[in-house]
Structures are given as C-alpha cells and as structure tokens.
C-alpha cells in the first residue's frame, strides 16, 4: 500500500471514529447523554481521538487533495445560510467594500483588514473532502489566506493557545463561534478560503471569508467570520467549551479526522 493510501485509510478509520462517538449523541441516546458518567466517557474518546490523531500523522501532514475533476456536484448548505448581525446585514447591501476582519487578543500587533487586503497576501487553492458529523461528504475547491500568515503578520503572543473565531450568524440567542489550536492554526491547509470554485465565496457557504481546517470535522469549518482572537482560555467564552456546538453539548470540541 502507498503511503498516499496509508494516509487516507487513517483518515478513514479516524473519521469513522468521529463519526460513531457523535452518532451517539444524535441518535436519540438521550437518557445516556444527560448521564454525567456517559458524557464522561465521551470526553475521554474525545481526548483519545486527539491523541491518536496526533501520534498516527505529523502535525504538517496534509489531507488528501483531489483533482478538479472530483469536485462534487452538489455541495450541501448546512449551517446558517446568512450572517445575522446588523453589521453583517449592512456589508452584505455593498458586497463587503467595507468589511474588516478583525485580528487581535494576544497579539503584539492587532490589525483589521478587508477582502482585498486578503487577496494580496500570498494565496492557497486546494481541493478537499467536506466531512459532515451529520454523515455526507462533497469536495470542493477552496481558495485562501493560509491562516499563519495573518497570525505571523499580529504577531501572536508566544503564550496563546487557541484561536477563536467569531462570526456574524446567531442560532437562537446564542452567536456561533469556533476553535482550533495552534498546532491546527499553523497547518498548511488552514485557510480563510474567500472563494470557491473559481468564483467569490458565495453567501450561503460563508461569505466574505469562512474558515477550512482541512483535519477537522465540518462543524468546525466556521462560517462568516468577523473577528479572530488569539486567547490562553477558551473558558471565558460564551459557555466555555470552546465553540457553539460543544458549549449545548452536541459535539466534542476536537474534531480531528
């Protein structure tokens, strides 16, 4: 077997992995969910995933990429289909001439930049698989600013741990937001992908700019993101577990595949 196949075959078997211990939670186990033993449990696969995902591949190892040819047909909108802030609400009228991310927290350098200061950095495309906890898969191509760059250019504090992303749809009254940390942030697939198959991002997958961490399941892939905050503690957030599905206790914080 190549070392090519190698590599997806693990990718397989960890995605499969995933993919069973949330289909636990989804599948209507709900007595077991609200048991603090088994929801113990849970978060000990979790630190298992992680452990194994970390030990079977290098931290710079890629996902599999794909040729244009296998792009998928149909690529499912999940999530939001829109951001949902006034602010948000209000780039959309102008097609973002105005918007700004924001990069800052434990930075020496916060900064704030539109989609064609983004465009001018050194870019990415890549063609990866979308792997939905929810059980489908689509590949697309992706087009972005590695991620590390924009930490590199705020000079991220050497005590930071993880990057939040802060995005512009709420579910409820809750705001959606996302983590990695920096072993994932620094990844060379790690992108703030602007477009998609050849064209601008479209709003309904993320618009102006979502986030591809290419070893993460789809939950993680953060969409309308506003802001980027480099922090020590994902507890001072929100319900503190580190993003909007693990803070209501769908989902395991770390997603790797």
């Known amino acids: 077997m190549t070392d090519g196949r190698k590599l997806l075959r693990r990718r397989e078997l960890l995605r ?11 599948g209507g186990c709900d007595a077991m969910n609200e048991n603090a033993t088994f929801r113990s449990a849970l978060r000990g696969a979790e630190r298992l995933n992680q452990l194994t995902h970390r030990s079977l591949a290098d931290r710079a190892t890629l996902a599999p990429e794909f040729a244009l040819s296998d792009i998928s047909p149909l690529f499912k909108t999940n999530g939001s289909l829109t951001g949902t802030s006034t602010e948000y609400l209000a780039h959309l009228q102008t097609s973002f001439a105005d918007w700004r991310l924001r990069i800052d927290g434990m930075v020496a350098n916060p900064m704030d930049i539109g989609l064609d200061g983004l465009r001018a950095m050194p870019a990415r495309t890549q063609i990866t698989r979308h792997d939905c906890v929810e059980g489908w898969s689509a590949i697309a191509q992706w087009h972005g600013t590695p991620l ?20 512009a749809d709420n579910y ?7 983590s990695i940390d920096l072993i994932d942030a620094f990844h060379p697939q790690t992108i703030l992908a602007w477009g998609m198959n050849g064209e601008a991002l479209p709003v309904k997958y993320g618009a102006p700019v979502r986030l591809r961490v290419e070893r993460q399941l ?40």
Request: charged share 20%.
């Open 16 to 26: 499969g992995a995933a993919l069973g211990s949330s289909a636990l939670v989804l």
């Open 172 to 178: 409820g009254a809750r705001p959606y937001y996302e």
């Open 148 to 167: 590390r760059l924009l930490l590199q250019q705020a000079q991220l504090s050497p005590r930071a741990k993880y990057i939040v992303f802060h995005c």
């Open 218 to 257: 789809g939950y993680k892939q953060a969409k309308y993101v506003m802001r980027i905050e480099a922090t020590d503690d994902l507890s001072k957030f929100h319900g503190g577990k580190g993003g909007y599905w693990e803070d209501v206790g769908d989902y395991e914080w770390y997603a790797g595949i």
